[in-house]
């Protein structure tokens, strides 16, 4: 399968629930990233990882502790979120280098609801 | 720092009306600026960047730096450009390209 993929697409979970959420990209890229999407504010950024190394941390809450193994693969664990964390997170990725930087290409999303 | 502002929420236009989506940035070095889509049910795609200098879809967007402005246009809008378009600008941070969303416009064109 080509392209950014999301897993799950749609996450409910209760306040005090562990869970993760996953993206995985089979486009040879080597930055990833963690947007939230909610409908009153833009797409925020999360994180990024550059060559699996985390070059931004966008004063997001500890409850949200994101983890890159490999370059391929991207994760969002979550813990004891709040109602307001509920929203649309997409994983994105780009390639490194001074050609076509900041094109990014999507996933589909997870869809977080937080009871 | 680096700012994106799309000024309208909503832009409706009838079926071969001209569109422009408005978008200003505030950057203090030399960015990059695109335009991404969002169709119904599908996910955000990059339309076009300005150093392409390239039509999409009968779209154009010219940066102009004097104004700061990076505005997507379309002379004759089609039923099917309705979507979320959202400018996004990329630009140099610590060691890496950061890429900032403005808040959007949802194109409506009305048939």
């Known amino acids: 399968e080509t392209g950014v993929t999301q897993t799950p697409r749609h996450l409910v979970m209760g306040m005090t629930n562990k869970k993760s959420l996953k993206c995985e990209q089979h486009?040879?890229?080597?930055?990833m990233y963690w947007y939230k999407q909610s409908a009153k504010k833009p797409l925020e950024l999360m994180f990024v990882?550059?060559?699996?190394?985390?070059?931004e941390n966008n004063s997001v809450p500890s409850r949200f502790s994101p983890e890159c193994p490999n370059s391929s693969h991207l994760f969002l664990h979550l813990h004891t979120l709040q109602p307001e964390d509920s929203a649309l997170y997409l994983c994105?990725?780009?390639?490194?280098?001074?050609?076509?930087?900041?094109?990014?290409?999507f996933g589909e999303g997870s869809r977080l609801t937080v009871l | 720092a680096q700012r994106v502002t799309q000024p309208e929420k909503l832009l409706s236009v009838f079926k071969g009306a001209p569109v422009e989506l408005k978008c200003n940035y505030s950057?203090?070095?030399?960015?990059?600026l695109f335009w991404y889509v969002q169709y119904s049910r599908q996910r955000l795609q990059l339309l076009l960047r300005?150093?392409s200098r390239e039509s999409i879809k009968g779209f154009t967007a010219d940066l102009n730096k004097g104004e700061t402005s990076f505005h997507l246009k379309k002379p004759f809008a089609q039923e099917e450009d309705s979507a979320m378009y959202y400018c996004?600008?990329?630009?140099?941070?610590?060691?890496?390209?950061?890429?900032?969303f403005g808040t959007g416009t949802k194109l409506q064109v009305i048939p």
């Open positions: 994105a990725s780009s390639p490194v280098g001074i050609e076509r930087t900041g094109e990014l290409f």
């Open positions: 486009l040879g890229h080597n930055a």
């Open positions: 990882y550059s060559l699996e190394e985390r070059v």
């Open positions: 950057y203090s070095g030399s960015p990059e």
């Open positions: 300005h150093i």
């Open positions: 996004a600008l990329s630009g140099r941070s610590g060691g890496y390209q950061k890429v900032t």
